[in-house]
Structures are given as structure tokens and as C-alpha cells.
């Protein structure tokens, strides 16, 4: 079955950047889409098709992507950004697929 | 401002059926901007889909569920439900209902803009 592969965890001082990759074959083909989730609550978008922001989410969030990797950036983090954040994206046959998620410590 | 809101016994003994209803409210499920879908987290673990339906009725499923899972839509209720079968102590999680965009050429994005806030169902005897 299709996998997103991201890192178990990524550590970032206030005001740093936080930089959180996905990989997987099919993302040349497939967009890819972010979601960050706080303990006891649902999954928020944060990045849509790539690379574009949802109203509301603030610019310190942006995504990109490159071949068989995306990557969600958080520049500037703050101690609110401390969540897991998944990836997901869509296999050859159209199925969603989230990513293995990621958590961001702010340290 | 669209709401969902899971429901559905939070207790379900092994091999027997979980049902769990998806309400909509301040929107509609007969939309056809959006689709609807569930997905779970066991606990301490990852995301998972599970399920999505249109309201004319289209569906598609998870491979790794789709012999087990049945997903519907009532119109008249504004809801949408899912049923997953034969279930185990493996199917214990988070259950989410959430809505999906349809985009302006008709694809159905990724794009889950809102959530319902998720409801436990434990598998146990």
C-alpha cells in the first residue's frame, strides 16, 4: 500500500523555522495537503494543493514541493505552532493517504 | 458557520457492527460544492481514512476497509453515517467526520475545511 513517509519529530526554537518534509512516489503526480492537530482536538488545513494557504492560517505557514518530496515551513514558529502535523495526499487510485505525522516541539 | 457532530455508542463488543451518524448543521449535505467523509485515529497513533460519499450517492473506500465498511447519506436528516463491521479491538479510535472540498472543475481535493470534534468508540467485550 502507498505511503507518506515525514520524520517522527522536529525540534525549533521560538522565531526559528521548522521545516517538515513528506515523501512519497506519487506526490509528482498528486497534490499534497497539511494539517496541523493540538492534543484533544481535530485536525486543522493549514496547506492546500501544495502550496496555498487557507483564510485564517497565518503566512508564517507555507508549503512547496519538489519531485517525490513536499514540505510544510514554519517560518518564524511560535509556542502556539507545538501540534503534529500530518501530510496527506492521494495514491494512483485516488484513495487518500495521510502521512506517518510529525511532531513539532518548540523548545 | 457549518458545523458536524459525530454520534454514536461509544462501546462496541468485538465482531458486532459500529455505527456512527455525522449531523451537519449551518450547511448542507445535498451541497454540491463538498463531499463528506470519516476518518479515525487510534489512540496515540496516526490519521487514517476511512470512507467519502457524494450526495447523489457516489463512494469510494479504503482498500484496507472497503470489505467491512458501508458509508451513506439522508438527505432529509442532513446527515451522513458510517457503519464498519465485524469490528476488533484494532478498530478502537477517534472517529471524525469532516468535509471535503470539491474545487470549481470538479475535483475532490484533499482540502478538509471542516471537522466534527470526533467521538471515541472503544472495541471490548
Known amino acids: 500500500s502507498y505511503e507518506l513517509t515525514q520524520p517522527p519529530s522536529v525540534s525549533v526554537s521560538p522565531g526559528q523555522t521548522a521545516r517538515i518534509t513528506c515523501s512519497g512516489d506519487?506526490?509528482?503526480?498528486?497534490?499534497a495537503y497539511w494539517y496541523q492537530q493540538k492534543p484533544g482536538q481535530a485536525p486543522i488545513l493549514v496547506i492546500y494543493k501544495d502550496t496555498e494557504r487557507p483564510s485564517g492560517i497565518p503566512e508564517r505557514f507555507s508549503g512547496s514541493s519538489s519531485g517525490t518530496t513536499v514540505t510544510l515551513t514554519i517560518s518564524g514558529v511560535q509556542a502556539e505552532d507545538e501540534a503534529d502535523y500530518y501530510c496527506l495526499s492521494a495514491d494512483s487510485s485516488g484513495t487518500w493517504v495521510f502521512g506517518t505525522g510529525t511532531k513539532v516541539t518548540v523548545l | 458557520q457549518v458545523q458536524l457532530q459525530e454520534s454514536g455508542p461509544g462501546l462496541v463488543k468485538p465482531s458486532e457492527t459500529l455505527s456512527l451518524t455525522c449531523t451537519v448543521s449551518g450547511g448542507s449535505v445535498s451541497s454540491d460544492n463538498y463531499y463528506w467523509s470519516w476518518i479515525r485515529q487510534p489512540p496515540g497513533k496516526g490519521l487514517e481514512w476511512i470512507a467519502y460519499i457524494y450526495y447523489s450517492g457516489s463512494t469510494k473506500y479504503n482498500p484496507s476497509l472497503k470489505s467491512r465498511v458501508t458509508i451513506s447519506v439522508d438527505m432529509s436528516n442532513n446527515q451522513f453515517s458510517l457503519r464498519l463491521s465485524s469490528v476488533t479491538a484494532a478498530d478502537t479510535a477517534v472517529y471524525y467526520c469532516?468535509?471535503?472540498?470539491?474545487?470549481?472543475?470538479?475535483?475532490?481535493?484533499?482540502?478538509?475545511?471542516?471537522w466534527g470534534q470526533g467521538i471515541l468508540v472503544t472495541v471490548s467485550s
Open positions: 469532516a468535509r471535503g472540498v470539491i474545487d470549481s472543475s470538479g475535483y475532490y481535493s484533499g482540502a478538509f475545511d471542516r
Open positions: 506519487a506526490l509528482p503526480k498528486q497534490y
